[in-house]
């Protein structure tokens, strides 16, 4: 079997925390832990593009990710490669045979409301409607909790030192294939789409979870991975429902022990009443 295609990728991950004095209203002294947060400028064949602001913990699949996600770069086969360099604060993107209509492409762009000011493209927003989610996918009441679950045991930067994002991307049984933190969200999923990228791992038996708002920028990066389910234990904005239901993708939110909102995607999910019955009585 032949190998899959991979870039030459620097293995550049970055300390994620950083530790500072805090007084408290006591007067007194501590050592805390609180997120790294840095600049990594994207160069695309020596041109630049954007900076992203990260913790750096997977830069060279957030960089991917980005590309992806923007439309930009339309298969991985055409990165050559990707090198980070944090004593530039840059990362350097060699592509096969560059991106045609750069300055057209990324002279409009919109700032959403991602932490941090996220921004996508504008012509994103006319490709909403070319996007066909798998319209058999069905997710079971159970594996939602199984996910929840999972999320609240995961170890994270969040539970040492607070002010970060989280996603993580799950098989259609509930199994967690990756968690990435950042200070924004929009990073955090554009991380997983390189890695997804990188594996060659297709979207539509996955389910997408983020620590953060369901807004039009998350549903529209989720629609372009291929992934129907969007799971958050946050709550959703009035675009980003809209997006879920021109694409068919389900959306549930405030995802915390036993409960949800399921606000999109109906048809999708398995009810399985009783697991709240069982629930009830172990009670």
């Known amino acids: 079997m032949k190998p899959r295609y991979r870039p030459l990728l620097s293995n550049a991950r970055a300390t994620l925390t950083h530790e500072v004095l805090a007084i408290d209203e006591r007067g007194r002294s501590s ?122 045991t995961q170890q994270s930067v969040y539970k040492q030192a607070g002010s970060v994002h989280g996603c993580a991307l799950f098989s259609g049984s509930g199994e967690l294939l990756y968690f990435i933190e950042d200070v924004g969200r929009h990073n955090a999923v554009d991380a997983i789409a390189g890695l997804m990228w990188l594996e060659g791992l297709a979207g539509e038996d996955k389910v997408f979870y983020t620590t953060g708002r369901l807004t039009s920028e998350m549903v529209i990066k989720g629609a372009q991975m291929g992934i129907p389910f969007l799971l958050s234990r946050s709550g959703t904005t009035q675009m980003g429902h809209m997006v879920a239901q021109k694409v068919g993708m389900s959306l549930l939110a405030r995802c915390t022990g036993k409960h949800f909102l399921l606000l999109a995607g109906h048809e999708r999910l398995v009810f399985e009443p009783d697991l709240l019955e069982a629930a009830a009585r172990l009670a």
Do not use: H
């Not at 960089?63 to 996600?69: P, Q, S």
């Not at 530039?88 to 919109?110: F, H, M, P, S, W």
């Not at 927003?125 to 798998?134: G, K, T, Y």
């Open 31 to 152: 050592t805390i832990s609180i997120p790294a947060e840095r600049p990594l400028t994207v160069y695309v064949d020596k041109r630049e593009l954007v900076t992203l602001m990260t913790l750096g913990g997977a830069p060279e699949a957030l960089t991917l990710g980005y590309l992806r996600n923007q439309r930009l770069v339309r298969s991985i086969d055409e990165v050559v490669s990707v090198q980070v360099d944090w004593s530039v604060d840059a990362v350097a993107v060699v592509t096969r045979n560059g991106i045609a209509d750069v300055e057209e492409r990324t002279a409009k762009k919109v700032v959403t409301t991602g932490c941090g000011q996220g921004s996508v493209f504008g012509g994103l927003m006319d490709e909403v409607d070319q996007i066909a989610l798998p319209r058999n996918a069905r997710l079971p009441q159970s594996v939602v909790y199984r996910i929840v679950e999972t999320i609240r």
